[in-house]
């Protein structure tokens, strides 16, 4: 009919937790999808539900040119496209990888005539087709391939470019997720701090989430901090004051029974930092530290 909007054809190669979240996104909203998997049973389902299964990864590639890859990481990516032909195709590699697996991605595939962008995914499967979970994919590449394709990416989750550089969406990426981990190493050890006190982890967990949230907003300190080269500026908790507060946490961890090793690398480098005479700094001095 007249109203018809013809949505963009995607082949997507890898039917794990996560392409098979993205597949079902791009086909409730109406585009037509071609899969394969390395293992065909798990494409079955999504045959039932209106994609087309490719025989082979070249069968797929042939399909269409918007080619998204979303597999376990860079080595199947390697595997999977090897017997293909990428003349001409729009790749776009959602597989988590490296920011120089990415950049040797790139340049394998413009090798064989195809464009290329690469995906950082900040989602979990969940997320995906449910815009209100704020998930998102960094994209980085070249930028005409991604305006072209803004819209179709979009449908599975929002979309973040952030540079020509093929690396780069791997590298925020990892750098977004690194922080992650951090935040649950410091959990970690709160909740092993209260593990055997008559103390609900249930009540603490509230607790815990609402004192992440509020002291987030310091990143944005950091930034300015390392963006002036004024490390003191605004600072209310200085570092001087901080390291001389250290001994509590360890003490406390001592009576609580509880092992110190994910709080005194950190507490290290703070006093590492307080050595060269930062004491009117905040933390971002631990930055300079770590970079080698
Ligand atoms: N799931 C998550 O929470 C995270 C969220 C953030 C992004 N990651 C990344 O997404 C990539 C795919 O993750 P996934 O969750 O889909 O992973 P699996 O469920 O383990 O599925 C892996 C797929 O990769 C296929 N595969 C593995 N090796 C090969 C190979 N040599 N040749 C071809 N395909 C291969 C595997 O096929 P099969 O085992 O079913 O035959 C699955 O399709 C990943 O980079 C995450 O870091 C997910």
Redesign the pocket.
Known sequence: TPNTVEKTPVTLL???????ALARAWLAAGHPLTVW???PA?AEALAAEGARVAGSAAGAVAANTLVVV????D??VE??LAGTDLTGRDLVN???STPAQARARAAWARERGARYLDGG?????PMIGVPEAGGYVFYSGSPELFERHRETLGVPAGTTYVGEDAGFAALHDVALLSAMYGMFAGAAHAFALIRKEDIDPGALAPLLADWLVAMAPAVHQTADHLRSGDYTRGVVSSLAMQVAGTPTFLDTAEQQGVSPELLSPYFELMRRRLAEGSGEEDLTGVIDLLVR
């Open positions: 890898g039917l794990g937790a996560m392409g098979t998997n390395r293992t798990r979303c597999l376990l990481d080595a199947s595997e999977a959602l597989t988590t995914i900040m989602a979990v499967p």
